[in-house]
């Protein structure tokens, strides 16, 4: 995958923003295609022709698809769209979840929530305005500075709207399988976002350590969640926060730019050229009944 | 863009985290000045001062006499209120639809084991 290595290698910022973008950008091209693809086909059935007032002779005569291939599609148009409904409907009740869970947290100041518990655990809730909540085990475990760099972690998932990004990705990965790792990126470049943003109120390594500080000898509160990714995940950042700052540079964006040139392209040329096929069977349509 | 105000605002009520945290972070009440230490000097005694005066206003600090000067701790939810809703959160909701961006994602015991053998390695490198 092609993923990884993006967030590592460039600003977190940056791949953030590329990953959302070009995701959407890869689901929205192949969620056009498909939808052509079945309509040239359901256009194939007589009672759709006669309907639609085109020729189903011609179609089947200059389509370069079988009607298998189009059936296919048609399925998998409807199966995305459930899909995407399913997701949508989730993301929502979560996000709607979350902004009561904001409003209803007992803030202790303004942004902060501490709740009491040994285990290590601190979260953004996003909401009007987000909260950081943060169990008093997480605070004792770590020192004056590592604290700043956890507050301002979560400080930034909530001003950057991280969530917004997520659920984009996951909006995204719905429609199109194939991309179902971008969601798996988005968020480890959103935590790289906000680690680097963390770094600007304390240096690298105090973020890095509390990285580590937090990871190791923490209680699994949720046991059967246990996600093999996660390590991996951790020690990415930890490398990233170790390596010198990536700063943004030219050439991902001129890439990125060519690479969605290209989908736009290719996606207004099946559309132009669908568009000719049917204006070609109205018209032998028309002939016919002459 | 965010302008002053708004920007200040932000910076006070990050500056009010630190110290409520400070407080929760200590096993005892701390005065001002503690506080001010226990923050390795990065903010000034009068700021501390202040915020902590702020806080106690908000009720989300409580303060004792220590001596010739306040001692300060943090409010406890006597009710468990924040914990009782994070964990009905936790539970609630799986990982696939939360929108709660965890510090860290749950670790598996191997996990953990390599984090810790690459944090030994680490410490072991920095020490000679």
Known sequence: MVAPPLVVHLPPRMATWLLTVGG??????SSASLALLAFVAVGRLPLVASLGRWSDDLLAQRSPLSVALGGVAAVLVVAF???FTRVFVARARATR????????????????????????????VPGKPGCIVVSSGMLQELDAAQRRALLAHERAHLQHRH???????WLAAAVNPLIGANRAAVELACERWADEDASRVCPREVVAETLSRAAVGRPAELPGLALCAATTAVVAR???LRAPKRTATFWPLLTFAGAALSTAVAAVMSWRYTEGLFELAQEAYRAGRH | MENGAALKRRQNGALESEILATLWAAKRPLTAGEVAA??????????????????????AVQRQQAGRAHAYSAVLDGSGIAATKMRAQLDGSNDRTSVLSRFLQ??????EATLSTLLELRRGRGDS
């Open chain 1, 24 to 29: 959407v950008l890869l689901a929205a091209a």
């Open chain 1, 81 to 83: 769209a459930v899909r």
């Open chain 1, 97 to 124: 979840d979350s902004f009561r869970l904001a409003a209803e947290l007992p803030r202790q100041g303004g942004e902060l929530c501490v709740f009491e518990t040994a285990a290590r655990r601190a979260f953004a």
């Open chain 1, 163 to 169: 969530h917004v990004h997520q659920t984009v990705a």
């Open chain 1, 238 to 240: 930890l490398d990233a």
């Open chain 2, 38 to 59: 226990e923050l390795d000097g990065t903010l000034a005694y009068t700021t501390v001062q202040t915020i902590l005066a702020r806080l106690l206003a908000k009720g």
């Open chain 2, 106 to 111: 749950d670790l598996s015991p191997e996990d």
